[in-house]
């Protein structure tokens, strides 16, 4: 069996380690754009400065796994083409791809490592009484917001979005919003930006100062599904069947961000679990048998509020979100958990979930 995974995030390094571990005798190669496998839900700690979120791939990846740095150019019958022009063949292939911004003009992208890492000599730039605007209201934008807040309190930070924490129940959102106060966060809401350089332009047309503005809106996925005729939703994910098969090729496995599956949400939470799911069916057709139908339900939104506190926001098996729910010290703990936890499932192969409801 021959198996390409193009991307290196958290489900498709997982689902390589899983399937060599339970293939051995599969021919896996791994294709990223960088050497390294990024911890996109550390960006905001890379940025700040206070963590950091890359390791080299050649530390994630098992023994007998190949690893190339290139980016795919298009995926053909059953071959992908690599920039330059080089083709890999495969019998099957993981696209795991992940999700893009589409920032303004004047603004930083921050769900990228090149992002972060523009961002953090952006940062380290900037003298005492500064502003620093992020835009985008939700878990990213509220993170990398108090994250930068904490690591530098000698700089103004305001959040500039529509809804603040607008998945999380009524008391989680207020919890958020204290934390962020404290940290001295100015939150600006029912707002979009229009940022240039120096400036941020809301919608009600105000303008406010600004020295560096962070892009923290998730825009969309690469293009590179739709531009290789594969059949994508609006959003350009690829639409699969209930084995996360590609409808157009079922040689082609969609998992993570870049997959069109019903009720999904853009997290390790979800990428891991279907990295898992695809590193499995693979493991099933190689021993001769029928692959089975992807479902997992949501635990959990974790939120960090700098490196000492956070929100917990526990959720109904479809992510709905609950009453329940838990801040503080407690749950910047269990949020840094989560995050060892994901590293460890994507160099393992050990991916946790529960089994989706029937």
Same mark, same amino acid.
């Given at each position: 069996? &021959?198996?390409?995974?193009?991307?290196?995030?958290?489900?498709?390094t997982l689902a390589a380690n899983r399937l060599a571990k339970k293939v051995p005798d599969a021919e896996i190669t791994v294709v990223n754009p960088r050497p390294d496998f990024v911890e996109?839900?550390?960006?905001?700690?890379?940025?700040?400065?206070?963590?950091?979120?890359?390791?080299?791939?050649?530390?994630?990846?098992?023994?007998?796994?190949?690893?190339?740095?290139?980016?795919?150019? &298009?995926?053909?019958?059953?071959?992908?083409?690599?920039?330059?022009?080089?083709?890999?063949?495969?019998?099957?292939?993981?696209?795991?791809?992940?999700?893009?911004?589409?920032?303004?003009?004047?603004?930083?992208?921050?769900?990228?490592?090149?992002?972060?890492?523009?961002?953090?000599?952006?940062?380290?730039?900037?003298?005492?009484?500064?502003?620093?605007?992020?835009?985008?209201? /939700?878990?990213?934008?509220?993170?990398?917001?108090?994250?930068?807040?904490?690591?530098?309190?000698d700089l103004g930070v305001r959040l500039v979005g529509q809804n603040l924490a607008a998945t999380l129940s009524d008391g989680a959102r207020r919890r958020v919003r204290d934390g962020l106060?404290?940290?001295?966060?100015?939150?600006?809401?029912?707002?979009?930006?229009?940022?240039?350089?120096?400036?941020?332009?809301?919608?009600?047309?105000?303008?406010?100062?600004?020295?560096?503005t962070l892009w923290a809106v998730i825009g969309g996925v690469p293009d590179l599904a739709a531009r290789s005729g594969l059949k994508v939703d609006e959003r350009g994910r690829v639409i699969?069947?209930?084995?996360?098969?590609?409808?157009?090729?079922?040689?082609?496995?969609?998992? /993570?961000?870049?997959?069109?599956?019903?009720?999904?949400?853009?997290?390790?939470?979800?990428?891991?679990?279907?990295?898992?799911?695809?590193?499995?069916?693979?493991?099933?057709?190689? &021993?001769?048998?029928?692959?089975?139908?992807?479902?997992?339900?949501?635990?959990?939104?974790?939120?960090?509020?700098?490196?000492?506190?956070?929100?917990?926001?526990?959720?109904?098996?479809?992510?709905?979100?609950?009453?329940?729910?838990?801040?503080?010290?407690?749950?910047?703990?269990?949020?840094?958990?989560?995050?060892?936890?994901?590293?460890?499932?994507?160099?393992?192969?050990?991916?946790?979930?529960?089994?989706?409801?029937?």
């Open positions: 069996m &021959k198996v390409v995974v193009a991307g290196a995030g958290y489900a498709g996109r839900v550390r960006l905001h700690q890379q940025l700040a400065g206070t963590g950091r979120a890359a390791t080299p791939l050649t530390e994630m990846l098992r023994d007998g796994i190949a690893a190339r740095q290139a980016a795919v150019e &298009k995926i053909g019958d059953g071959t992908v083409v690599l920039e330059g022009g080089e083709s890999l063949d495969f019998d099957h292939l993981i696209l795991a791809v992940g999700s893009t911004l589409s920032p303004l003009p004047g603004t930083v992208p921050i769900g990228t490592w090149e992002g972060a890492e523009q961002a953090r000599a952006a940062l380290a730039g900037l003298p005492a009484g500064g502003t620093v605007t992020v835009v985008g209201a /939700g878990p990213t934008g509220i993170e990398t917001a108090a994250e930068v807040a904490y690591a530098r309190p106060e404290r940290l001295k966060v100015s939150i600006v809401e029912n707002a979009v930006a229009e940022a240039d350089t120096g400036t941020v332009q809301l919608r009600s047309g105000e303008q406010l100062n600004s020295d560096l699969v069947d209930e084995y996360l098969r590609s409808v157009t090729d079922p040689r082609i496995i969609a998992v /993570g961000d870049c997959a069109a599956i019903p009720g999904s949400r853009m997290s390790c939470q979800t990428a891991e679990p279907q990295g898992g799911h695809a590193a499995d069916n693979l493991a099933r057709l190689a &021993k001769g048998a029928a692959p089975k139908p992807y479902s997992v339900d949501y635990v959990s939104t974790c939120i960090s509020l700098g490196r000492h506190d956070g929100v917990i926001q526990l959720v109904h098996r479809d992510d709905r979100p609950r009453r329940q729910y838990f801040g503080g010290r407690p749950a910047a703990m269990t949020k840094a958990g989560v995050v060892r936890g994901a590293r460890f499932s994507a160099r393992s192969g050990i991916g946790g979930s529960l089994p989706g409801s029937k």
